[in-house]
T-cell receptor
Framework: GESVGLHLPTLSVQEGDNSIINCAYSNSASDYFIWYKQESGKGPQFIIDIRSNMDKRQGQRVTVLLNKTVKHLSLQIAATQPGDSAVYFCADYDNNNDMRFGAGTRLTVKP | GAGVSQSPSNKVTEKGKDVELRCDPISGHTALYWYRQSLGQGLEFLIYFQGNSAPDKSGLPSDRFSAERTGGSVSTLTIQRTQQEDSAVYLC????????????FGPGTRLTVT
């Protein structure tokens, strides 16, 4: 079956550096994507979204890039801070509103 | 305003016992979702409600799992005759309506079956 997955299960970065978290999807009908952040002991929290008619969207310190040709999604976090340490999930929606989550990438920020 | 709340936050039960997990969605949200998250894993969709009805029960892993929602608000997820493989964090989320993509998650209930 088709699925959303992540290239790396863990990522460790130095405080102040930029972080890039990747996600691959296989459903060609996916037209909407969300990145969620899940801190320890909490539920996932919406960070940023992007529709398939866009290839880039910026938020506060975060940027999501979408490459539909290779079905790849990335989340870039600028000037990573200790509070960014969490598990990050991508999720995709297709035109039937079916949603799938990836396994998640654990980001650890070293002081 | 108040977010999604879940209770209990932690539940330890013996194998074979029944458990009931509760979710209070954000007021006014008509869509409600249940997910299961095993340790170090992603989110596994279980069931969603639009109002009080559950048009999609495809994610329930077995007939030991059931869920209901009354009054378009509170939902309960019941697991009968619990097994050790049921141990996981059970997350509830709500959204304004089924077509609203952004879901607001509760803190989850950590279920441990001994």
């Amino acid at each position: 079956g088709e699925s959303v997955g992540l290239h790396l299960p863990t990522l460790s970065v130095q405080e102040g550096d930029n972080s890039i978290i990747n996600c691959a999807y296989s459903n060609s009908a996916s037209d909407y994507f969300i990145w969620y952040k899940q801190e320890s002991g909490k539920g996932p929290q919406f960070i940023i979204d992007i529709r398939s008619n866009m290839d880039k969207r910026q938020g506060q310190r975060v940027t999501v890039l979408l490459n539909k040709t290779v079905k790849h999604l990335s989340l870039q976090i600028a000037a990573t801070q200790p509070g960014d340490s969490a598990v990050y999930f991508c999720a995709d929606y297709d035109n039937n509103n079916d949603m799938r989550f990836g396994a998640g990438t654990r980001l650890t920020v070293k002081p | 305003g108040a977010g999604v709340s879940q209770s209990p936050s932690n539940k330890v039960t013996e194998k074979g016992k029944d458990v009931e997990l509760r979710c209070d969605p954000i007021s006014g949200h008509t869509a409600l979702y249940w997910y299961r998250q095993s340790l170090g894993q992603g989110l596994e969709f279980l069931i969603y409600f639009q109002g009080n009805s559950a048009p999609d029960k495809s994610g329930l892993p077995s007939d030991r799992f059931s869920a209901e929602r009354t009054g378009g608000s509170v939902s309960t997820l019941t697991i009968q005759r619990t097994q050790q493989e049921d141990s996981a964090v059970y997350l509830c989320a709500s959204s304004h309506y089924t077509g609203a993509y952004e879901q607001y998650f509760g803190p989850g209930t950590r279920l441990t079956v001994t």
